[in-house]
Each structure stands twice: as C-alpha cells, then as structure tokens.
C-alpha cells in the first residue's frame, strides 16, 4: 500500500472512531508500528490529525 492511501485510510478510520492504537493500525494495514507511527507524524506535522 502506498504512503499517500494508506494516510488517507488512516484519516478516515479516524473519522469513524474518535480514536485508534498504533497496534491496531499496523495489523489493518500489515505494516510495522514503526511504519504507522511514522505516517501519524506525518499527518500531524501536516495538521491532518492531533496526537
């Protein structure tokens, strides 16, 4: 999955569910913690979600 559709899926998980874990991330979308920690950063830094 690439970057740009899996911060999409991300922010519209979390427009379902107000909030969600990093583990649960990584096993929906098969990616390391590290990966998804990585992708929330990146959508924090962009103002896209608050941590």
């Known amino acids: 999955m ?3 559709e ?3 899926k991300i ?3 979390l ?3 107000s ?3 990093s583990q649960e ?3 929906l979308f098969n990616a390391s913690e590290s990966t998804i920690r990585r992708d929330l950063q ?3 830094d962009a ?3 608050e941590r």
């Open 25 to 27: 991330l990584a096993s």
């Open 6 to 8: 899996r911060h999409q």
């Open 15 to 17: 427009d379902q569910k």
């Open 11 to 13: 922010l519209q998980l």
């Open 19 to 21: 909030v969600v874990k």
């Open 2 to 4: 690439l970057t740009e």
């Open 47 to 49: 103002n896209l979600l």
């Open 42 to 44: 990146e959508l924090e």
